[in-house]
């Protein structure tokens, strides 16, 4: 099925440095979320956009909606150590009376203290 | 509450057993959804209910069989499975056409 193109795969970072990574779609979709993963448990939620050129923040993360609608990047500023794990992007739209989701093939996180 | 439940956590079965997958979330969301996730890879959208009738079914084999006995609940049953269908099973609830909700934890699924 579609999948999202979401870059980089992994980052190796030291701990207080800032995190910058982004998804791209050839097609259109009406919502972007962003999800973290730590191992062995469900995606968590971490942003939600729903407007074209939405800039929204929550805590020490940033994501925006691109203004195509075909792409979106997250942020995250003075990272610490609970920031490791896989973030996925995930295009949202509606078919057939419910939601689908598209995702990246993630982002693995590694900071060093 | 604002939780998606799933129970087990973990689970062993052999390819000749039939066991199920349970999902729960009191929010009041009519969309329920079962993703398949495989180690470093994204979820894998298996089915999806909407309304309690089966809105989406992508391609699975009928091994999986889901259930949706009401608004609050929705089953995974499994038979005959293979060493291959090992993975994360998670669960998904939103409103239909509204905001997303949380995934549940996650059934981690060893066939054997």
């Known amino acids: 099925g579609q999948q999202l193109n979401q870059s980089p795969q992994s980052m190796f970072i030291q701990e207080g440095e800032d995190v910058s990574m982004n998804c791209t779609s050839s097609s259109i979709f009406n919502t972007w979320l962003w999800y973290k993963q730590d191992p062995g448990e469900g995606p968590v939620l971490l942003i939600a956009?729903?407007?074209?050129?939405e800039l929204t923040s929550n805590g020490r993360l940033t994501a925006q909606f691109g203004i195509t609608r075909k792409d979106s990047f997250l942020n995250i500023s003075a990272s610490i150590p609970s920031d490791v794990g896989i973030y996925f992007c995930?295009?949202?739209?509606?078919?057939?009376?419910?939601?689908?989701?598209?995702f990246g093939q993630g982002t693995r996180l590694t900071i060093n203290p | 509450d604002t939780e998606v439940t799933q129970t087990p956590k973990h689970l062993v079965m052999g390819m000749t057993n039939k066991k199920s997958l349970k999902c729960e979330q009191h929010?009041?969301?009519?969309?329920m959804y079962w993703y398949k996730q495989k180690a470093k890879k994204p979820p894998e959208l298996m089915f999806v209910?909407?309304?309690?009738?089966?809105?989406i079914n992508e391609s699975v084999p009928s091994r999986f069989s889901p259930e949706c006995p009401n608004s609050s609940l929705l089953n995974l049953h499994l038979h005959a499975l293979q060493p291959e269908d090992s993975a994360l099973y998670l669960c998904?609830?939103?409103?239909?056409?509204?905001?997303?909700?949380?995934f549940g934890q996650g059934t981690r699924l060893t066939v054997v």
């Open positions: 998904a609830s939103s409103q239909v056409l509204g905001v997303w909700a949380f």
């Open positions: 956009l729903y407007k074209a050129g």
């Open positions: 929010m009041g969301h009519r969309a």
């Open positions: 209910y909407s309304y309690e009738k089966l809105s």
């Open positions: 995930a295009g949202r739209r509606a078919i057939q009376g419910a939601q689908k989701l598209v």
